[in-house]
């Protein structure tokens, strides 16, 4: 079938007359870069790649960039935003800006903040003896070479505004041609890097609110009430001593803070191992480390390893938080942990408009039923049978046979040797 184009079936206009043909759109629909931006053949992108890409068309068409920046806000809870510098014979490179960041004295100092303060542009010709040097970035370029600056607003549907930056070491700067042909290009640029940076977002709340894996399978549409999959898994439960007193006798402001420092100490180690958090709830914290069917057992083994390695290290982390740490007249932080191995319901469950991606099943029940067992039998590990079978070379010792709540049959318990 001959491939047909826009142009064969666009009709040209004759006038502007009422009830005339549309003239066709003449500056954007016949720029090749435009229209670049537009059509991205419903191919993902990323803000670095897009730059690469916009960079290499503009210097083609005879815009002499030498280096561009861009900064996005983020929603990350670590992230104040994201950032991407390419350089003409470099390439680009991607930075994060961390929350102290953009609370330092660098980013104060600098054109981002006035962007962001509400400034439509900063233009700074550095090539010409009178420009204003009032920004520290602008030394360097100069140093560097650079004879022309200009920082825009990108600004997002939502109200947001982000950065961009165009620098030059053409002799004279930029023509005006030059700037118009970028200020003109910016509607869609900005319209790009939104969608792009709008998938990114939903991407990283979903990894923090619900884990990677959960927020893998919702981004790839696991969202209906009672979809689920049954999986085989490790099951990390681990529960912090004394909450209930500390909750009722401290500030909620410190009681939030111990909290977080907590969870902190243990979710590294989780994550570091290969674990994924699923839920942290009020004082407990619960986690799969997830036991593919189709992978070799000795795999199943070493996830098992790294399972117990996870919870040595986070007991580690607890014992080496002092009291001179806490709050006042705080104690030591003490936590039971338990691992458990079995089949798990991994999905979703809820209200019709209100769901939970979760796992449950008699393994998480179980597990949780084993760690309440830690201060009965004085320790602050206990595995199971089924963890135990997976042969790790972790130093396990029988703690005996107990009677877990609502399981009929005694179970044979082990600790972690320390």
């Known amino acids: 079938m001959a491939e047909i184009r826009y142009q064969d079936v666009l009709p040209e206009a004759k006038s502007d007359a009422p009830g005339a043909p ?235 803070r111990v909290l977080s420092n907590y969870y902190e100490t243990v979710a590294e180690p989780i994550r570091y191992f290969g674990g994924d958090i699923i839920k942290m709830i009020g004082d407990g914290v619960l986690a799969i480390f997830p036991l593919p069917a189709d992978v070799p057992k000795d795999r199943l083994d070493r996830t098992a390893c790294g399972a117990a390695a996870a919870v040595r290290r986070a007991l580690a982390a607890l014992e080496s938080v002092t009291v001179e740490d806490l709050p006042q007249n705080m104690r030591p932080l003490r936590a039971g942990f338990a691992l458990h191995a079995g089949e798990v319901f991994f999905g979703n469950i809820g209200s019709t408009d209100r769901l939970d991606f979760t796992v449950i099943g008699p393994a998480v029940n179980e597990a949780v039923r084993v760690e309440a067992l830690c201060k009965e039998l004085g320790v602050s590990v206990i595995t199971t049978e089924a963890f135990a079978s997976l042969e790790c070379t972790v130093g396990l010792r029988s703690l005996g046979r107990h009677q877990l709540r609502g399981v009929r049959r005694p179970k044979e318990l082990f600790t972690l040797e320390r």
């Open 22 to 256: 549309l003239a066709p759109f003449r500056s954007w629909s016949r720029s090749r870069i435009a229209s670049w931006l537009a059509d991205h053949d419903g191919m993902a992108s990323n803000a670095g790649t897009l730059v690469d890409g916009l960079c290499q068309l503009l210097l083609e068409h005879g815009i002499p960039l030498w280096r561009v920046s861009l900064s996005l806000r983020d929603s990350h809870p670590q992230i104040a935003a994201r950032g991407i510098i390419w350089r003409r014979d470099q390439g680009f490179e991607e930075h994060d800006f961390l929350m102290n960041d953009v609370r330092g004295e660098l980013y104060a100092a600098s054109p981002v903040k006035v962007i962001h303060d509400g400034a439509a542009a900063v233009r700074r010709r550095l090539c010409d003896t009178g420009c204003a040097m009032d920004f520290p970035v602008l030394h360097e370029l100069k140093a560097e070479g650079a004879t022309d600056y200009l920082a825009m607003a990108v600004p997002f549907s939502d109200g947001s505004r982000h950065f961009i930056s165009w620098t030059t070491d053409r002799e004279g700067g930029f023509s005006t041609d030059q700037l118009e042909h970028l200020v003109d290009l910016m509607p869609l640029i900005g319209l790009r890097l939104e969608l792009d940076h709008a998938r990114l977002t939903t991407r990283t709340l979903l990894t923090t609110y619900l884990g990677p894996e959960a927020a893998q399978r919702v981004t790839r549409g696991t969202i209906r009430r009672f979809e689920y999959e049954m999986i085989n898994a490790i099951i990390l439960f681990c529960d912090l001593r004394g909450f209930t007193a500390m909750a009722d006798t401290l500030p909620p402001s410190i009681v939030v």
